[in-house]
């Protein structure tokens, strides 16, 4: 299995261009497997999207107009496949409704069926499918030759406070978001906390070797908050529709059923940005001149083992 981490013995310069070739290697394969296999091969390209999103942010500092117009090009790629994906969350989270409130099980198979003819409803036309998987996939081809013009830095002082810079700017994000969720509780805040989250999630894999702590019990729990703000985000999105009254369901239901939504959505609201205070706090001091003195040291190693009469040991 490939790693995916930078390696603090290799120029960063290089290790950034095989991420991300990997990464955009990853979201060719989804797409190519959705043709036949639409929902898994969307997901698995959706997932990869997030993660070249994340090296891109790390890394922002390096190149800002590589960075606008590559990570706008993955954006908008995934925006564009996003349609069946949300219709098929609320089917998700309308299942863990389910499995929380056994005594309302009448009420929420019934809007499981309205929500799955929603789902079917949204999926995308197939020759519209097979379009879109063609127009991402000559993006994705396009971003690999564009590669070639990033603009990386070379030296470790230089590495390391691009590093430095975008774990810090992510985390300002996640603190910013985490503030406004407490104060107001608005769904768009929470969303802007998963996504900050995530990307720290991200990041701190790629930097496993470099960070000055141990982080896989904080990826771990940064994973867990990941996937239940999602949760808040689904039941936030099923509350809206519940609001439009798009769903034929009667008064009554249509009232118990969000009441039991909202109540779950806020028991989630209170667990995260609990567990977000934790979590996305302040990075370790000294970060950068951490992230030096390892690049360096590695690096010396690295040169030494490149010049010794066998070369580096495989």
């Known amino acids: 299995m490939t790693r995916r981490r930078?390696?603090?013995?290799r120029p960063l310069a290089e290790?950034?261009?095989?991420?991300?070739?990997?990464?955009?290697?990853?979201?060719?394969?989804?797409?190519?497997h959705a043709r036949e296999h639409r929902d898994e091969g969307l997901h698995d390209a959706r997932k990869a999207i997030k993660k070249a999103r994340a090296l891109l942010k790390l890394l922002r500092t390096a190149d800002e107009p590589f960075y606008a117009v590559e990570n706008a090009r993955l954006r908008d790629l995934s925006r564009s496949f996003a349609d069946a994906r949300n219709a098929a969350s609320l089917v998700e989270a309308v299942e863990r409704l389910r499995a929380a409130y056994p005594d309302h099980a009448k009420a929420l198979i019934a809007l499981k069926a309205r929500l799955e003819m929603r789902r079917d409803a949204h999926v995308i036309d197939g020759d519209v499918l097979g379009g879109r998987i063609e127009e991402g996939l000559e993006r994705v081809e396009q971003m690999r030759l564009d590669m070639d013009r990033w603009q990386l830095p070379a030296e470790p002082d230089a590495?390391?406070?691009?590093?430095?810079?975008?774990?810090?700017?992510?985390?300002?994000?996640?603190?910013r978001a985490l503030k406004r969720a407490e104060a107001q509780?608005?769904?768009?805040?929470?969303?802007?906390?998963?996504?900050?989250?995530?990307?720290?999630?991200?990041?701190?894999?790629?930097?496993?070797?470099?960070?000055?702590?141990?982080v896989k019990k904080k990826r771990a729990r940064l994973e867990e908050l990941g996937e239940r703000l999602g949760e808040h985000n689904d039941l936030?999105?099923?509350?809206?529709?519940?609001?439009?009254?798009?769903?034929?369901?009667?008064?009554?239901?249509?009232?118990?059923?969000?009441?039991?939504?909202?109540?779950?959505?806020?028991?989630?609201?209170?667990?995260?940005?609990?567990?977000?205070?934790?979590?996305?706090?302040?990075?370790?001091?000294?970060?950068?001149?951490?992230?030096?003195?390892?690049?360096?040291a590695d690096g010396e190693l690295a040169a030494a083992a490149d010049s010794a009469p066998f070369g580096r040991p495989m």
């Open 236 to 296: 936030a999105a099923l509350v809206l529709l519940f609001r439009s009254r798009e769903l034929d369901l009667t008064t009554s239901r249509l009232k118990r059923l969000r009441r039991i939504s909202a109540k779950t959505k806020a028991v989630l609201a209170h667990s995260t940005t609990k567990s977000a205070r934790r979590l996305v706090g302040s990075p370790p001091k000294h970060l950068e001149s951490a992230f030096v003195e390892r690049l360096q």
């Open 185 to 214: 509780t608005q769904d768009e805040d929470f969303h802007d906390l998963r996504k900050a989250v995530k990307a720290h999630w991200t990041q701190l894999g790629l930097l496993r070797e470099l960070w000055p702590q141990r």
């Open 6 to 9: 930078i390696d603090p013995q």
């Open 159 to 175: 590495a390391a406070a691009v590093l430095a810079a975008g774990v810090k700017a992510n985390l300002r994000r996640a603190q």
């Open 15 to 32: 290790e950034a261009r095989r991420l991300l070739q990997n990464d955009l290697a990853a979201i060719a394969a989804g797409l190519a």
